[in-house]
């Protein structure tokens, strides 16, 4: 593997530099690019001469467009048959990369299929019927409509392994080489992570043929346009702390994260019967609710959306202002993505992360700090205890604060 450590050049990089097409230029230019990020510029050079390439950068630097742009560049655009195929972890990030191929195809004839679980097989059958040059998927709707002969990959020319490191953290690598093993051997092989633990590179050295390597994550993982603040708090004050929280800090736009489905549930409960614009998303919702929910978050019309790390990587919401982790994440890289979700590449303003931490929770804060080479800042609200002072003491001012947060 050839590990092209990304320099920081003193002029600034433009796509004109490239070596990208007029007809590609002039589609980047409408989709609204003004200049390549550090992964774009890097990356996509690389990748247009067809070779294999691993790009590593932190959440929210543009790794979609890094490779959609060569995707789009070397295909058949007049082929009947799928020319690339995209693996995501999520069904939200595969509607964010068709979304992101549609858009910069404006000078091309392209069809893109989205083929995720949830959504009517039969539509997704059709969109591959239809021609679709792209198939974008999750692993396993993509393993299931391969072994019903539905999904030819016969014909692929790329074939792109998107947030690597999620898809292996969340069980997907007996799915990921099942399909790699049944695709064109000449293929070119592009991956995309945030991070390269050792699985990732194990699965990079077994199916990707001389891989050369872009790293622009930089020893800083976490953006300086993210502050970064824990809370400490008992566990049964946290619903009180997080009232009280939003109530004093007034956030445009806010993604709330917790470790499970129910207490995701639980939050949404609270809130939603006192505020408008609160909505909850995760894994057990139906997928025509979580189409619902994002397409509402994006267009700003949710203030606060509560989620699990189902949206956790890889969702390109520009707007969101704060994250707050009302469950400290059990791995380190979650945490990474997680407030990766604010002080976004386009975005020009600057975000703001919030963790509550027990007193039992102490080691894995630490490990989160070591993790992105940052102290996190304590943070205290005001007129409000964290810490129950007796044993009959209740928690104070719920009702009140997000009354005060809704105004």
Same mark, same amino acid.
């Given at each position: 593997?050839?590990?092209?450590?990304?320099?920081?050049?003193?002029?600034?990089?433009?796509?004109?530099?490239?070596?990208?097409?007029?007809?590609?230029?002039?589609?980047?230019? /409408?989709?609204?690019?003004?200049?390549?990020?550090?992964?774009?510029?890097?990356?996509?050079?690389?990748?247009?001469?067809?070779?294999?390439?691993?790009?590593?950068?932190?959440?929210?630097?543009?790794?979609?467009?890094?490779?959609?742009?060569?995707?789009?560049?070397?295909?058949?655009?007049?082929?009947?048959?799928?020319?690339?195929?995209?693996?995501?972890?999520?069904?939200?990030?595969?509607?964010?990369?068709?979304?992101?191929?549609?858009?910069?195809?404006?000078?091309?004839?392209?069809?893109?299929?989205?083929?995720?679980?949830?959504?009517?097989?039969?539509?997704?059958?059709?969109?591959?019927?239809? @021609?679709?040059?792209?198939?974008?998927?999750?692993?396993?709707?993509?393993?299931?409509?391969?072994?019903?002969?539905?999904?030819?990959?016969?014909?692929?020319?790329?074939?792109?392994?998107?947030?690597?490191?999620?898809?292996?953290?969340?069980?997907?690598?007996?799915?990921?080489? /099942?399909?790699?093993?049944?695709?064109?051997?000449?293929?070119?092989?592009?991956?995309?992570?945030?991070?390269?633990?050792?699985?990732?590179?194990?699965?990079?050295?077994?199916?990707?043929?001389?891989?050369?390597?872009?790293?622009?994550?930089?020893?800083?993982?976490?953006?300086?346009?993210?502050?970064?603040?824990?809370?400490?708090?008992?566990?049964?004050?946290?619903?009180?702390?997080?009232?009280?929280?939003?109530?004093?800090?007034?956030?445009?736009?806010?993604?709330?994260?917790?470790?499970?489905?129910?207490?995701?549930?639980?939050?949404?409960?609270?809130?939603?019967?006192?505020?408008?614009?609160?909505?909850?998303?995760?894994?057990?919702?139906?997928?025509?609710?979580?189409?619902?929910?994002?397409?509402?978050?994006?267009?700003?019309?949710?203030?606060?959306?509560?989620?699990?790390?189902?949206?956790?990587?890889?969702?390109?919401?520009?707007?969101?202002?704060?994250?707050?982790?009302?469950?400290?994440?059990?791995?380190?890289?979650?945490?990474?993505?997680?407030?990766?979700?604010? @002080?976004?590449?386009?975005?020009?303003?600057? @975000?703001?992360?919030?963790?509550?931490?027990?007193?039992?929770?102490?080691?894995?804060?630490?490990?989160?700090?070591?993790?992105?080479?940052?102290?996190?800042?304590?943070?205290?609200? /005001?007129?409000?205890?964290?810490?129950?002072?007796?044993?009959?003491?209740?928690?104070?001012?719920?009702?009140?604060?997000? /009354?005060?947060?809704?105004?």
């Amino acid at each position: 593997m050839c590990l092209l450590k990304h320099r920081e050049s003193s002029a600034e990089p433009r796509f004109e530099d490239l070596g990208l097409s007029r007809e590609m230029l002039s589609a980047i230019r /409408k989709a609204g690019f003004e200049k390549p990020s550090a992964i774009q510029a890097a990356f996509l050079p690389i990748a247009i001469e067809g070779v294999d390439c691993i790009g590593q950068a932190r959440t929210g630097t543009g790794k979609t467009a890094a490779f959609v742009i060569p995707i789009l560049e070397q295909i058949d655009h007049e082929a009947h048959a799928p020319q690339a195929l995209v693996l995501t972890p999520t069904r939200e990030l595969c509607q964010q990369v068709a979304d992101q191929a549609t858009k910069l195809s404006v000078n091309h004839v392209c069809r893109v299929a989205c083929i995720v679980g949830g959504k009517s097989i039969k539509q997704q059958v059709d969109a591959l019927k239809r @021609g679709a040059q792209i198939v974008v998927g999750t692993p396993g709707r993509i393993i299931d409509l391969m072994g019903r002969n539905m999904l030819d990959v016969s014909q692929l020319e790329i074939v792109v392994l998107d947030e690597a490191d999620r898809m292996l953290d969340i069980g997907f690598r007996p799915d990921i080489e /099942k399909i790699l093993r049944r695709c064109p051997e000449d293929r070119q092989t592009l991956l995309l992570s945030a991070t390269l633990p050792p699985p990732v590179e194990k699965l990079a050295n077994r199916y990707m043929q001389n891989p050369q390597k872009v790293d622009v994550s930089a020893n800083d993982i976490t953006p300086a346009t993210i502050k970064q603040y824990c809370c400490t708090v008992d566990e049964d004050r946290k619903l009180g702390l997080l009232v009280k929280l939003l109530a004093e800090i007034r956030p445009s736009q806010v993604l709330v994260f917790t470790r499970t489905k129910r207490t995701a549930d639980r939050l949404h409960a609270v809130f939603s019967k006192r505020l408008p614009h609160v909505a909850c998303l995760h894994s057990d919702l139906q997928q025509s609710v979580r189409d619902r929910v994002m397409k509402q978050f994006r267009a700003g019309q949710l203030r606060m959306l509560i989620a699990t790390d189902v949206v956790g990587r890889g969702i390109d919401v520009s707007s969101v202002t704060h994250i707050i982790n009302y469950d400290i994440p059990e791995s380190c890289d979650d945490y990474v993505h997680r407030i990766g979700r604010t @002080g976004r590449l386009s975005s020009d303003q600057e @975000g703001v992360a919030f963790t509550f931490v027990t007193k039992q929770q102490g080691e894995e804060l630490t490990r989160v700090e070591n993790r992105v080479n940052t102290l996190l800042e304590p943070y205290a609200v /005001k007129d409000y205890e964290a810490f129950r002072a007796g044993p009959t003491r209740k928690a104070v001012g719920e009702n009140d604060g997000v /009354k005060r947060y809704g105004h």
